[in-house]
C-alpha cells in the first residue's frame, strides 16, 4: 500500500446486478412476441423480473423480483406502485417500467379461486335454506391418544452404575 489507492470502487447504476441480471441456461437473446401481446389493466398484479437483453424502460436493480400493482397503463410501459422499507417506514414507490421487464403475477391466484368457490357454496346453502361458515379454520391440535402396555412388556433403559476400577 506504499503507492495509495489504485482504484475506486465503481459504484454505477447497473452495480451488483452480474448474477442478478445474467439470462438463464438457453435463455439468451430478446423476448418472444407473447410478451409483448399480454394485456395488463389498472389493479392488475405485475411482477418485476428484469430481462437484461431489454435496457430501455429497465428499472433499478432493488425492485428485480418485486410484486405491485398497476396503476398506470401506456403504450410500452407499465405504472407499478409497490411498498418499500426504508429505516422504520413503508414508502409507496410508484415507477414505470417497460413491458419487457413485467410479467402477470400469480400471487392473487388462490384466494380469487377461494372467493369464487364460497361465492358457489353461499349460492347452493342460500338454495337449501341453510347457514354456511366460509371462514378459513386453523387445523387444532390432534386428538390424544392412551398408550396401554403390560408390566412385562415396559423395558426400562437406565445408564450403568460407574464402577471404579484403579
Known sequence: ?????????????????????????????MPGVARYLATFKRGDYVDIV??????????????HGRTGVVFNVNRNALGVEMTKI?????????IHVNIAHVRKSRCNESFLKRVKENDQKK????????????????????????????????????????VENY
Request: proline residues 7%.
Open 1 to 29: 500500500s506504499a503507492m495509495g489507492k489504485l482504484h475506486t470502487i465503481s459504484r454505477g447504476y447497473r452495480h451488483g446486478t452480474r448474477n442478478k441480471y445474467a439470462k438463464k441456461y438457453r435463455t439468451k437473446g
Open 50 to 63: 428484469v430481462d437484461s437483453s431489454v435496457q430501455k424502460g429497465m428499472p433499478f436493480s432493488f425492485y
Open 86 to 94: 426504508v429505516g422504520n417506514r413503508q414508502l409507496r414507490k410508484r
Open 123 to 162: 349460492r347452493d346453502a342460500k338454495i337449501q335454506g341453510k347457514e354456511i361458515k366460509c371462514k378459513r379454520e386453523p387445523e387444532g391440535p390432534k386428538p390424544m391418544k392412551i398408550v396401554k402396555a403390560d408390566e412385562d412388556e415396559v423395558e426400562v433403559l437406565a445408564p450403568l452404575p460407574f
